[in-house]
């Protein structure tokens, strides 16, 4: 059984640029949650994606997006990147009605 | 809108001697409440759940709906508990899994 896998660990960027991060779930999960950790703060809740849709949003402008694949597996898209952009993305996996998580190590962005 | 707060960004304790790490929440509807730990160069993850009323590690945590809280408490901490703890809570609800409100954290440090 493999764990929650993101690639890549660190990115650098500047202002204006996009951004896409992968997330591959754990073996048999089939709901994929992001989530943003800037630094000294808890994680905070993006999105979630189920059977390749969107399923809940938080706080977050559109232009950060997603997609989930077939295989379970998902992306997160970040448009137009802000300074404010700067933060661990964390990509959490899980079956659909089950409340327990199991994240990934995260990757690391920093738009300068 | 739901929030939790977790007043202690900072913790530090002997070993041998009793933790409480405080969490409170607001919430409107009934919460599903969670502590989840990082340990150092590991990641996030589930300690326990409060549905499940389990003891983990020798922690335990209840719900009190009363006074919206749910702090983290061992009778005898060891140096390995020294990590960051983050509170988080859930909406109930199938498909409102999955999409938690973190706390800011408190990191625990357990002296020899």
């Given at each position: ?9 660190h990115?650098?960027k ?6 896409t ?11 994929v949650s ?9 994680p905070q809740?993006i ?5 390749e ?11 950060f997006?997603?997609l ?27 079956l659909?009605?089950s ?6 190590s995260?990757?690391?962005?920093s738009?300068? | ?13 002997f070993?041998?001697?009793p ?5 409170n ?11 989840y730990v ?6 996030l ?6 549905i499940?009323?389990e ?16 702090h983290?408490k ?27 409100t973190?706390?800011?954290?408190t990191i625990?440090t357990?002296?020899?």
């Amino acid at each position: 059984e493999t764990g929650v896998t993101q690639s890549p660990t660190h990115l650098i960027k500047t202002r204006g640029q996009q951004v896409t991060l992968r997330c591959s779930s754990q073996s048999g999960h089939n709901t994929v949650s992001w989530y943003q950790q800037a630094l000294g703060q808890g994680p905070q809740f993006i999105f979630q994606y189920y059977r390749e849709e969107e399923n809940g949003r938080g706080n977050f402008p559109p232009r950060f997006s997603g997609l989930q694949f077939p295989n379970y597996s998902s992306e997160l898209n970040v448009n137009a990147l802000e300074l404010d952009d700067s933060a661990l993305y964390l990509c959490a996996s899980s079956l659909q009605g089950s409340e327990k998580l199991f994240f990934g190590s995260g990757t690391q962005l920093s738009v300068l | 809108a739901q929030r939790v707060t977790q007043p202690e960004k900072l913790l530090s304790v002997f070993k041998g001697a009793p933790v409480e790490l405080k969490c409170n929440y607001s919430y409107s509807g009934s919460p599903e409440l969670f502590w989840y730990v990082q340990y150092s160069r590991q990641r996030l993850q589930l300690l326990l759940r409060h549905i499940s009323r389990e003891s983990i590690k020798g922690f335990t945590a209840d719900l009190n709906k009363g006074e919206t809280s749910f702090h983290l408490k061992k009778p005898f901490a060891q140096e390995e508990d020294s990590a960051m703890y983050y509170c988080a809570l859930g909406l109930t609800g199938g498909t409102s899994y999955g999409k938690l409100t973190f706390g800011q954290g408190t990191i625990l440090t357990v002296h020899p």
